[in-house]
T-cell receptor, first 111, second 115 residues
Framework: GESVGLHLPTLSVQEGDNSIINCAYS??????FIWYKQESGKGPQFIID?????DKRQGQRVTVLLNKTVKHLSLQIAATQPGDSAVYFC??????????FGKGTHLIIQP | GAGVSQSPSNKVTEKGKDVELRCDPI?????LYWYRQSLGQGLEFLIY????????KSGLPSDRFSAERTGGSVSTLTIQRTQQEDSAVYLC?????????????FGPGTRLTVL
């Protein structure tokens, strides 16, 4: 999966299926994690965030899971739609160092 | 405005020329960030402004890059003597509060092409 440091270029899923995008982070001191969505030609858009004192957070059709033991973050998108096609970035942060972004996963929705 | 705006949206320049990229953050946001995104890559942090504090310039790749933020609002990123490797999308983001990992709102970016 994607990591803040590794790159998983493309994930292709069927429309209506659930998508899972993974991210591994390296800084065990990070206490804040964000998922961004970036559509072609646009800037990144905030999707959902989670703090390190949680292991799951749900939004509208999206769920973020955090496993601090293995330093793994995932974004689950339920019932994917064509509009979900985009590049998804995870970012980690904490303290004074700001956010560190991964390289992104390109999600492609097949009709 | 309702969101972060950037101008120009596209800039094509010749190698060796200087360019200025502008960012208008969300009104009231005290923090402003510049990032660079090369094709197919993630976001590379460039510089961070917080209120009236001295900016964190630790991400600027060379002394050809500079940025300023006037009146705690609009910011300009200047690249002098542009090189082809400077070609990228330059993204600006702003956030409220003083924590650097507050949710950042991004502008649409400026696509810079250096010929």
């Amino acid at each position: 999966g994607e990591s803040v440091g590794l790159h998983l270029p493309t994930l292709s899923v069927q429309e209506g299926d659930n998508s899972i995008i993974n991210c591994a982070y390296s800084n065990s001191a990070s206490d804040y994690f964000i998922w961004y969505k970036q559509e072609s030609g646009k800037g990144p858009q905030f999707i959902i965030d989670i703090r390190s004192n949680m292991d799951k957070r749900q939004g509208q059709r999206v769920t973020v899971l955090l496993n601090k033991t293995v330093k793994h973050l995932s974004l689950q998108i339920a019932a994917t739609q064509p509009g979900d096609s985009a590049v998804y970035f995870c970012a980690e942060g904490g303290g004074a160092d700001g956010l560190t972004f991964g390289k992104g996963t390109h999600l492609i929705i097949q009709p | 405005g309702a969101g972060v705006s950037q101008s120009p949206s596209n800039k094509v320049t010749e190698k060796g020329k200087d360019v200025e990229l502008r960012c208008d953050p969300i009104s009231g946001h005290t923090a402003l960030y510049w990032y660079r995104q090369s094709l197919g890559q993630g976001l590379e942090f460039l510089i961070y402004f917080q209120g009236n504090s001295a900016p964190d310039k630790s991400g600027l790749p060379s002394d050809r890059f500079s940025a300023e933020r006037t009146g705690g609002s609009v910011s300009t990123l200047t690249i002098q003597r542009t090189q082809q490797e400077d070609s990228a999308v330059y993204l600006c983001a702003s956030s409220s509060g003083t924590l650097r990992f507050n949710e950042q709102f991004f502008g649409p970016g400026t696509r810079l092409t250096v010929l």
